[in-house]
């Protein structure tokens, strides 16, 4: 591992085009990737996290753009280049051979009229001049690395897979071309208990055999503190918080982050305080004042004496902070938050 | 339990037909639940979860079995006691982005089922009945959400919508299937801490029917669970029990693979390895012989759980906790007299 980050996002914005105007998806997202790290985008639905992983890769929907900011990678031989400002013919070579994404499988994000082999065969001619026994070859080597048995899987079609197998031909098929980046939208959404374990432990095990650094995108935090070497809160287009995850987890200085980890019911043991977070994330086309939190926070309302939001809150929306070594954080009062997390555990 | 339960499922199979032969959903599941308490249900999908719950809803017949509810059968042929039944039962789907009408306001949706039955006289009688369901849903205030369509209101919204028309026949038992799974974590949570409030203040029961464990044990933390797997109940509990000191060993693989809010944690998990042989979910066509879960369980004993099916047994003569494993039930016995054993020499 080098000191310089792989991929280094800087005040990244992302707007979509609406009937009512441009609506600001992301507000300013800054932050790096270092090679062989997984980074968890965390958040609820809204808050800009996969239309932030969509953007790494300019992958984002025609009424998407990006105005400001900058997605800076840098090769294998240390040169670095600007992702936003590439042509199409340098971009259409960076994705998948670079950097690749990884959608959601369970939705559709395979050809539902391809066998598998047919669309695999497809990604690698369509980037690189291989003999069809060597393209067979590679699929092998990729479907074995997600523990799918190629002579079942690159026959069949999508339908006729289950939804942890499609997941995992999605994995392979971004493998194909050893890529140093990964991108993945929710990657265990939508699969049984086990199916995700099985996902969990294939993308770690990659992740030690071949290095690539990933990004990830998830509501789920117990997959965020399972997979993720660093984590990103996003809430209303802004990261509020980062850092890594065991100090994320173990003492998140966000009352979001907090409220959020507060919320997931553990398997195992009791937890002391299950809570949710009140009301809803606000609409991106009219952020409140300030701090887009404050009207759900519940510190601000303490700091502020029951008379609603803490005054400084309303005024300003705090830039992200370090507070500690490799901890960032964007809130007025986060030397201020208190967090416990008890639950009784006996022989895990 | 003493009194007599509100629904019972009498070991009730479901054999869905198909063109690559006969499919069996659900193969003799017994279930009870009293009124007012809360079963889960948990399992991944095509362990018959949903289908027992639809069982359990009257929208599907079972092949086999009787379905009890406040001790009358209800496929009997008593069509009043059916009738009863139905508007007792009432089913919360999972998706409140398709279980609503688009076209319907929130307050159609609610007076349309009290119109039906002829539980209010006129609109406004129905105005102040759907009023008062938001509130209990803490929807409020009412009034600005009586005229909003579905796609005013947000996933969360729309669910607690779905749980108030639910409650305008005033029923018994409300299924909740996977009700929760699409929702965030936060809103999750406070939809949940509604339901059970509704339960404790309306004395409605819940069969709630989930694919996460963690949910279930936050939920049906008073009540119990049942574990299913290929259609059948492999452990069957209070919750409490069954979560707490898991005895199936599919069971304890399904708690050992959710990942938690917790680094260290989930570290010290994994440095405990896998407890399956195969990650594979055998398809209901091809079942295996003997207990289904034989080719997946890390402590199989050849030559018996391949060969004979596994019934659900007590762990002891007065434990509610049922498990349909015989290696464990008689490590369990072992257990319980080792005293005994010791003294006799025989262990």
Redesign the interface.
């Known amino acids: 591992m080098t000191d310089e980050p792989v991929l280094a996002v800087r005040d990244l914005v992302v707007e979509y085009r609406t009937p009512a105007g441009p609506v600001r998806a992301v507000r300013g997202a800054s932050f790096d990737l270092y090679e062989g790290e997984s980074l968890a985008l965390v958040g609820e639905s809204g808050c800009g996290k996969t239309t932030l992983g969509l953007a790494l890769l300019r992958l984002l929907p025609r009424l998407g753009s990006t105005p400001h900011g900058e997605v800076r990678y840098r090769r294998a031989d240390g040169s670095t280049v600007d992702l936003l400002t590439m042509r199409k013919e340098q971009l259409r070579r960076f994705r998948w051979h670079e950097a690749a994404m990884v959608f959601q499988g369970a939705m559709n994000a395979l050809n539902p009229v391809l066998r598998v082999q047919d669309q695999m065969y497809d990604t690698i001619r369509a980037h690189r001049s291989m003999s069809a026994s060597a393209a067979r070859k590679r699929c092998h080597e990729v479907l074995d690395m997600v523990r799918l048995e190629p002579r079942r899987v690159m026959p069949s079609y999508p339908h006729e897979l289950s939804g942890g197998m499609r997941q995992r031909v999605l994995i392979a098929m971004a493998l194909l071309l050893s890529p140093r980046v990964l991108v993945l939208d929710e990657p265990t959404t939508a699969l049984d208990i086990l199916t995700q374990r099985s996902i969990v432990d294939v993308l770690q095990e990659l992740r030690r055999e071949l290095g690539f650094a990933m990004v990830f995108v998830t509501h789920d935090l117990a997959l965020a503190a399972e997979l993720a070497d660093r984590v990103a809160t996003m809430y209303a287009g802004r990261i509020v918080e980062l850092g890594d995850s065991r100090d994320v987890f173990a003492a998140p200085r966000h009352p979001y982050t907090a409220g959020l980890i507060r919320a997931v019911p553990p398997a195992v043991g009791e937890a002391t305080e299950i809570s949710s977070i009140p009301g809803g994330p606000p609409s991106l086309a009219a952020l409140p004042p300030g701090c887009p939190f404050s009207v759900r926070c519940g510190l601000s309302a303490e700091v502020g004496d029951g008379d609603g939001p803490a005054g400084v809150c309303v005024q300003a929306d705090p830039e992200l902070t370090r507070t500690g070594e490799r901890h960032e954080v964007a809130c007025h009062y986060s030397d201020r938050v208190e967090f416990t997390r008890e639950v009784v555990v006996d022989g895990v | 339990m003493a009194s007599e339960p509100l629904l019972s499922l009498e070991s009730v199979s479901q054999v869905f037909t198909s063109r690559r032969g006969e499919i069996p959903a659900v193969r003799d599941v017994s279930l009870d639940l009293a009124a007012g308490t809360v079963l889960c249900l948990v399992g991944?999908?095509g362990s018959g979860k949903t289908t027992t719950a639809r069982i359990a809803a009257g929208l599907n017949r079972p092949t086999g079995g009787t379905v009890r509810f406040a001790g009358r059968d209800v496929w009997g042929g008593d069509r009043t006691a059916f009738r009863e039944f139905r508007r007792s039962v009432q089913y919360v789907h999972q998706d409140p982005y398709a279980s609503l009408n688009p076209i319907r306001t929130v307050f159609a949706t609610l007076a349309g089922p009290m119109r039906r039955h002829r539980l209010v006289a006129n609109r406004d009688e129905a105005w102040q009945k759907a009023s008062e369901l938001l509130e209990r849903v803490d929807l409020t205030p009412p009034e600005n959400f009586l005229t909003k369509y579905p796609h005013q209101l947000?996933?969360?919204q729309r669910q607690r919508v779905a749980v108030a028309r639910a409650l305008t026949l005033g029923p018994k038992l409300i299924i909740a299937d996977e009700s929760t799974s699409m929702l965030?974590?936060?809103?999750?949570?406070?939809l949940l801490?509604m339901l059970s409030r509704l339960s404790t203040d309306l004395g409605v029961a819940f069969l709630f029917i989930t694919?996460?464990?963690?949910?279930a044990?936050?939920f049906g933390r008073d009540g119990d669970i049942a574990v299913m797997y290929l259609g059948r109940v492999v452990e069957y509990g209070p919750t409490r029990e069954v979560?707490g000191t898991p005895r199936h060993p599919y069971t304890r693989?399904?708690?050992a693979?959710?990942?938690?809010?917790?680094?260290?944690?989930?570290a010290?998990?994994r440095s405990?390895g896998?407890l399956?042989r195969s990650?594979d979910?055998p398809s209901l066509l091809r079942l295996p012989t003997g207990c289904t879960f034989h080719p997946r369980c890390p402590s199989w004993v050849e030559g018996e759980c391949d060969v004979s099916v596994p019934r659900l047994e007590a762990l002891d003569a007065d434990a509610r906790h049922e498990v349909a494993c015989p290696p464990v039930l008689r490590q369990e016995a072992d257990a319980a007299v080792p005293a005994l054993s010791e003294q006799d020499g025989t262990g």
């Open positions: 991944e999908s947000s996933g969360g965030d974590v936060s809103i999750r949570i406070s801490a694919h996460d464990l963690a949910l044990k936050y979560i693989a399904l708690l693979a959710i990942p938690e809010p917790d680094p260290e944690l989930n010290r998990k405990a896998s399956l990650m979910t």
